[in-house]
């Protein structure tokens, strides 16, 4: 059967969790980079489960658009749901941002820092402006948002954050600017969780491979072809689905991670832990989790 003919997969088929159904009932998250890709995908699992969303990102429309996507699916949901545009390097706008998804939601029980942004190059073509820009969005932008919804909420009622980092073990060649911002972001995670657990606030970040969403697409076809060639370098011979980074963000989220904090989750594969020394197998069996009904791969794949 074909992914397109499984009755799974229909437009409005609701998401196959592994949670436990009602898990964030009463609870609110907010979610930058709501509006595709793997925000997108964490957004309607926390929606199935229950939970309030405010979607956050720079593009209102698709924002809404995602809006009105888990609402046809969740009817139950629509009243919970909330889009808030909003530059998250802008510093007033975060903290205006926050304030208005409070006043509408009551409270921000979690904090999904999804939003961010790269382009490939090596550091000796990158300029101040391009590394400014890339660290300003994936490390300011968080810093940003975490700091607004802990005094603005979290401080007094606790909470928990997830911050998005990537395979950034080793170095990340030919993305040079995203590598030293997404370290930046693994040091604040581990700074802020010890910072703010006396307020019953615990911070985590979970740390992507290779993920087959809808962002490879924005890469132009040079970096293309590389992806294209990854999957032989990755022990489980595969990419991964958004929907496994977001069974992490939404397990970091959960009561039961209560005693984590600090922590970075890796969903990659085993990448870090493949050597030139070693001569990967291809593999000949394996597990891959989809559960959500709307993901569609990236076109690249696609190509010849």
């Known amino acids: 059967m074909s992914r397109d003919a499984d009755p799974a997969r229909r437009p409005g088929a609701?998401?196959?969790?592994?949670?436990?159904?009602?898990?964030?009932?009463?609870?609110?998250?907010?979610?930058?980079?709501?509006?595709?890709?793997?925000?997108?995908?964490?957004?309607?699992?926390?929606?199935?489960?229950?939970?309030?969303?405010?979607?956050?990102?720079?593009?209102?429309?698709?924002?809404q658009a995602v809006r009105d996507e888990i609402a046809g699916i969740y009817p139950e949901a629509a009243g919970r749901l909330s889009v808030h545009a909003c530059d998250i390097r802008d510093e007033a706008g975060v903290r205006a941002t926050v304030g208005a998804a409070l006043q509408r939601h009551g409270a921000?029980?979690?904090?999904?820092?999804?939003?961010?942004?790269?382009?490939?190059?090596?550091?000796?073509?990158?300029?101040?402006?391009?590394?400014?820009?890339?660290?300003?969005?994936?490390?300011?932008?968080?810093?940003?948002?975490?700091?607004?919804?802990?005094?603005?909420?979290?401080?007094?009622?606790?909470?928990?954050?997830?911050?998005?980092?990537?395979?950034?073990?080793?170095?990340?060649?030919?993305?040079?600017?995203?590598?030293?911002?997404r370290a930046g972001v693994w040091n604040l995670t581990e700074t802020a969780a010890c910072e703010w657990a006396h307020a019953g606030v615990r911070v985590n970040a979970v740390a992507p491979g290779w993920i087959a969403s809808s962002g490879m697409d924005s890469y132009d076809e040079d970096y293309r072809a590389v992806l294209r060639g990854l999957r032989d370098k990755v022990p489980l011979s595969r990419f991964g689905t958004e929907a496994e980074v977001a069974a992490a963000v939404v397990f970091l989220l959960s009561p039961a991670s209560a005693f984590i904090n600090?922590?970075?989750?890796?969903?990659?594969?085993?990448?870090?832990?493949?050597?030139?020394?070693w001569t990967l197998a291809p593999a000949e069996r394996g597990e891959t989790f989809d559960g959500f009904p709307q993901y569609a791969p990236p076109s690249l794949f696609s190509e010849a």
């Not at 009463?26 to 969303?53: D, I, N």
């Not at 600090?262 to 594969?269: E, H, K, N, S, W």
């Open 14 to 63: 609701r998401y196959a969790s592994v949670f436990r159904p009602g898990l964030f009932e009463g609870r609110t998250v907010l979610v930058t980079g709501g509006g595709s890709g793997l925000g997108r995908c964490t957004a309607h699992e926390l929606a199935s489960l229950g939970a309030g969303l405010a979607l956050v990102g720079r593009k209102p429309e698709k924002l």
């Open 108 to 181: 921000l029980h979690g904090l999904f820092n999804c939003a961010g942004g790269q382009f490939p190059a090596p550091l000796e073509r990158i300029s101040h402006n391009g590394f400014d820009a890339v660290v300003r969005n994936n490390l300011h932008g968080t810093f940003l948002m975490s700091r607004e919804v802990y005094t603005q909420y979290m401080r007094g009622h606790g909470g928990a954050i997830v911050n998005m980092l990537a395979d950034i073990w080793g170095g990340m060649p030919g993305m040079g600017h995203s590598g030293a911002a």
């Open 262 to 277: 600090g922590t970075v989750m890796r969903v990659d594969g085993g990448v870090p832990n493949a050597r030139h020394s």
